[in-house]
């Protein structure tokens, strides 16, 4: 008896340092995915990352327990990478906080997806097998996450490649998902070697172990020759554009307390400075306006801009809540009620170009919204959260009813054109594009990272700019409220860049370019075929595991009714 209970106090011993030695597992897979992202210029780390991972689900059995690792993997992502999202540091929006509570917590169940068609392989068809289709069923996750309400692709594994730009140059094909694809496979590559050592079959110099490193080096190396010879083959741009910038640094909460006048004339003194640098275009960030500018009401600060740019003979293009104004026979369904005029109408996050002498100005209201903080997910579908935007305006702005293509004609007489994208809509590769395809030679991000404080926030989402100009080959002038304020050349190099929390403006020089990258032609190619290859393995498996529990059944009833005859 005494042997009994010492052999199961052995064996629980085990057990419980197994448990130990996979918590770390998964602990060091995300913290390694979490300092692959900005601001930690570590993006090599993500090719290995995920090797840890992929050893914990050879030593599980069944789907719970390997999913439980996942989740605190991801989990640890969440809290490095976008901690600060939930603006807990400031804790002045009860809605910012639930949304960033609610990523960090719930976020990591979405890999779940990626996870169990992997698993679902492996059990059936072998680790082998399942390796190889690992990429594509990521960058298929990847893409399919990017779509709808719920979507939220911050933590695409290419996205740890901002820094590198010399390997990212091939995504003007694959569009950031390229990336994953050859993140996702150096880790299956990687693991696979690990494995082999681990389990003691090669030998560290081994001749099967040396050549799958050779390949890794290989694979890993590939996208730099590429990126290089591209880089070298640079042409000069002949054609440019003077854009100014202008970065006035107001707190984000307390600016909607500004009186209208002083906020308008702060904008304007600070693009007065500017002119001096002979702008064709002046960038206002997200929401510089705060009120209603283009009603009615406020046409007396419409004039004050109005005056400065028929003045100076310089457009501006400025971020601001625009209304559009329904008759109530035309008013679709989600429209809000004007307490004081009954009007329906509804409300963007927008942006607006004042041109020297005209009337009627081009509007862009914001596609993308912020799930919680600008948009109730499914909002529109739903009667009660219809309410709840008409009464107190949680998550109350509209959805923008298409992309804009802004035009102007710069000081040598020459038509421009250019898409904007407001903040969070920059992080959506597929999206952005759509600007391009539609004739825009250069990019303008307007946004407001000033939420975020000193955190990685406003560094991580100006990275992701960077891609934007490379998938694009277009030139990308940034206008943050409170920095960081940039332009970045076709290539993805950053020009010019302000420090954060600093009242200035500034005008540069960007390219523009009409040329048609293969990604922004013709969009997600790559990543649909992805999806396609990496969907079709995991319902082979399982048609496989249904067809294999099927005979099994077959074989026990058999069993039975042979016995029940003998």
Known sequence: MKKKQKKVKIQNSEEKKQQRVLLFLALLSGVALGISFPPFPLGVIACFALVPLLLIFEFTDGFSRPLRYTYV?????????????????????????FGGALLILAHPFFFFIPVLGYL????TFGVLYALVVLPFIWVGFEYIHSIGDLAFPWHTLGNTQTYDIVRAQ??????????TFWIVT?????????????????????????????????????????????????????????VGVVQPDLDPFDKWEFSRGEL???????????????????????????????HTQNVHFRRMVENFVNDTGVPVLTGLPYMKIYPEDEAPRTAKINEFTGE????????????PDKEEYDFYGKIVLVPFVERIPFGDLFEFAVKIRRSIGVGGWDVGPDTTIFSFTDSMERERQFGTVICYESVYPGFVRHFTNKGADFLVVITNDSWWGETPGPRQHLQMSVLRAIENRRAIARSANGGISTYIDPYGRILYETDLFVRTQVSYAIPVSDQMTFYARYGDVFSKICMLLGALPIVASAGERMRQRMFATQNKYRKE???KND
Do not use: C
């Not at 993997?73 to 906080?97: C, D, K, N, P």
């Not at 091939?170 to 990336?179: K, S």
């Not at 003691?200 to 890794?216: D, E, F, G, L, M």
């Not at 963007?348 to 170009?353: H, Q």
């Open 264 to 294: 308008t004339e702060q904008l304007l003194d600070q693009s007065s400075r500017l002119i001096p640098d002979a702008p064709d275009l002046i960038v206002w960030p997200e929401n510089a306006i705060t009120f209603y500018m283009m």
């Open 170 to 179: 091939f995504i003007t094909f694959t569009g950031v998902y390229g990336l």
């Open 561 to 563: 009714f042979e016995e």
């Open 186 to 242: 150096i880790n299956a590559i990687a693991f696979y070697l690990v494995m082999n050592i681990a389990s003691k079959r090669w030998a560290i110099t081994s001749k099967p172990a040396i050549s799958t490193a050779v390949v890794i080096v290989i694979i890993h190396f590939i996208p730099f020759i590429y990126g290089s010879a591209v880089l070298s083959a640079e042409q000069e741009y002949t054609d440019e554009v003077q």
């Open 344 to 355: 329906r109408y509804q409300s963007f996050n927008g942006a607006v170009m004042i041109e």
């Open 73 to 97: 993997t991801f989990f640890v992502l969440q809290l490095i990478s976008v901690y600060w999202m939930g603006g807990f540091a400031h804790g002045q929006h009860a809605m910012q906080m």
């Open 120 to 123: 679902l392989i492996r059990r």
